[in-house]
């Protein structure tokens, strides 16, 4: 009996592809959504088709379908979630670096720390995004003499990255 319907698109691999994959699938620290990806693209390569690996991890054969398009089409880029539209963010990487370097060198007129309030009046943010930013670096205004500020050299570009994750 002939097989009817549409013939999935042969997946291969470029050099160490697989091993990549393969490690990924048994990772446990990769969210498990990203480990069934990465498991669909090694059944595709095997060479079953659509409905077959579907039955194996648990998504419908159009999800299936979805995946092997886009391994196709962008790699293994393509199996990472993209971005979501949502609402831009309000404060900007300009400000948050702002925010963090005054917190750290300097104190308000008149008192021993800052403030969400005196902090927003400042640098002209909200009090709850001081609060937010604060909150994603650990800042602690109030315990000055405690907080040991990291030596790495890449620590503008970390700080940049988490705020970029964070609006995600």
């Given at each position: 009996?002939?097989?009817?319907?549409?013939?999935?698109?042969?997946?291969?691999?470029?050099?160490?592809?697989?091993d990549q994959l393969e490690?990924?699938?048994?990772?446990?620290?990769?969210?498990?959504?990203?480990?069934?990806?990465?498991?669909?693209?090694?059944?595709?390569?095997?060479?079953?088709?659509?409905?077959?690996?579907?039955?194996?991890?648990?998504?419908?054969?159009?999800?299936?379908?979805?995946?092997?398009?886009?391994?196709?089409?962008?790699?293994?880029?393509?199996?990472?979630?993209?971005?979501?539209?949502?609402?831009?963010?309000?404060?900007?990487?300009?400000?948050?670096?702002?925010?963090?370097?005054?917190?750290?060198?300097?104190?308000?007129?008149?008192?021993?720390?800052?403030?969400?309030?005196?902090?927003?009046?400042?640098?002209?943010?909200?009090?709850?995004?001081?609060?937010?930013?604060?909150?994603?670096?650990?800042?602690?205004?109030?315990?000055?003499?405690?907080?040991?500020?990291?030596?790495?050299?890449?620590?503008?570009?970390?700080?940049?990255?988490?705020?970029?994750?964070?609006?995600?």
């Open positions: 009996m002939a097989k009817r319907g549409r013939i999935a698109p042969a997946v291969s691999f470029a050099g160490e592809e697989r490690s990924c699938v048994r990772s446990r620290s990769l969210p498990s959504g990203l480990s069934k990806r990465f498991r669909i693209i090694l059944l595709a390569a095997d060479g079953f088709g659509n409905k077959e690996i579907s039955e194996k991890v648990g998504l419908s054969r159009a999800s299936v379908g979805e995946w092997r398009k886009r391994y196709l089409e962008k790699g293994l880029e393509g199996l990472h979630d993209e971005l979501r539209p949502g609402r831009p963010r309000s404060v900007s990487d300009e400000k948050v670096a702002a925010l963090i370097h005054k917190t750290r060198k300097t104190r308000p007129e008149g008192a021993t720390h800052w403030s969400t309030r005196t902090m927003g009046n400042e640098i002209g943010v909200s009090p709850m995004s001081i609060c937010r930013v604060w909150q994603t670096f650990g800042r602690k205004p109030h315990l000055r003499d405690t907080f040991k500020f990291p030596t790495d050299p890449f620590f503008v570009e970390k700080v940049r990255d988490v705020i970029l994750l964070g609006c995600i």
